[in-house]
């Protein structure tokens, strides 16, 4: 399982995020929001190349992601809007691709189709820290396929998500800050200890549970 730290906004936070043990770090291409960065002036990015970092996008032209992508050296690239599927053919398989909730739970089938060849990112709102309802996603989760989980995780909940959905990536922004764009150390430190023990003990045997 990834650990995605999302929202950061200059180099340091991004290599503290990463060396708290962090597998991605995001940074947020859309203008307007509270944790937005101007790519032309974020080249400091390019320093961070190859440890994991993601462009984060929402209804951007494919130009404009293809070359932040180039200039930046990113390593992902998060399409957060509404976004042609076309494009995923270009952008090749290191994509986090949005998938919204509807009436309680994502379109599995899109969640299906999109994992052959990306990873799904199910968030039932734009990036805003709404939080899923897990027990309905849990329910109708097909077996074996693989997504990420956005939405209103924190360290006191992401444990709880680990368990009930067993997710390829979590998503976190504001459930690890003192304020937005800020990170928290000591929370994102507590989000991927809380994370990290609940995929271990997922992994365990069941007799090794129940001791």
Not at 65 to 92: A, C, K, M
Request: proline share 5%; aromatic share 6%.
């Amino acid at each position: 399982m990834r650990i995605k730290i999302c929202g950061l906004t200059s180099a340091d936070a991004a290599s503290a995020v990463l060396d708290a043990g962090a597998d991605l770090v995001g940074f947020v291409f859309v203008e307007g929001t509270p944790r937005a960065l101007d790519s032309t002036r974020a080249e400091w990015i390019r320093r961070l190349s190859g440890r994991g970092t993601v462009g984060v996008f929402r209804n951007a032209s494919l130009e404009t992601v293809i070359e932040t992508r180039q200039r930046l050296r990113l390593d992902w690239v998060q399409l957060h809007g509404s976004e042609p599927d076309e494009w995923l053919d270009q952008l090749g398989k290191n994509v986090l691709r949005w998938v919204a909730v509807d009436n309680g739970g994502p379109n599995w089938d899109r969640v299906q189709n999109l994992a052959q060849c990306v990873m799904p990112l199910i968030d039932p709102g734009a990036g805003d820290g709404q939080v899923c309802e897990w027990t309905s996603l849990a329910q109708k989760r097909p077996p074996a396929v693989s997504f990420g989980l956005a939405g209103g995780l924190c360290p006191e909940n992401v444990a709880e998500a680990v368990r009930r959905l067993r997710p390829a990536l979590v998503d976190v922004s504001s459930g690890v800050e003192s304020a937005p764009g800020i990170k928290d150390l000591d929370r994102v430190r507590e989000f991927v200890s809380q994370a990290r023990s609940a995929e271990a003990a997922m992994a365990a045997p069941q007799s090794s549970r129940r001791d």
